[in-house]
């Protein structure tokens, strides 16, 4: 009986490297498409933030309020 258990380890090492083996080596495409066009759309607002920062800091350099 002691000589079956030992060989149940083996077994189970088996099991459960397949069953790893098989989530590592899932389709995993969809996941990076949807993290590229998020950060894509990151880069959009931040360099429309960018924009209208630029374009403030252009009015209150041109707005004659700091003539002397």
């Keep these: 009986m002691a000589s079956l258990a030992w060989l149940l ?3 189970f090492a088996a099991i459960g490297a ?3 083996g098989s989530w590592a080596a899932r389709d ?4 990076d498409i949807s993290e590229l ?3 894509a759309r990151f880069r ?3 360099d429309e933030a ?3 920062h630029q374009a403030r800091m252009k009015e209150k350099a041109h707005s004659g309020s700091d003539a002397v």
């Excluded at 995993?28 to 996941?31: A, I, S, V």
């Design 9 to 11: 380890i083996p077994l």
């Design 18 to 20: 397949a069953i790893w």
């Design 50 to 52: 960018d924009r209208a």
């Design 28 to 31: 995993r495409t969809q996941g």
């Design 37 to 39: 066009a998020g950060y």
């Design 44 to 46: 959009e607002v931040m």
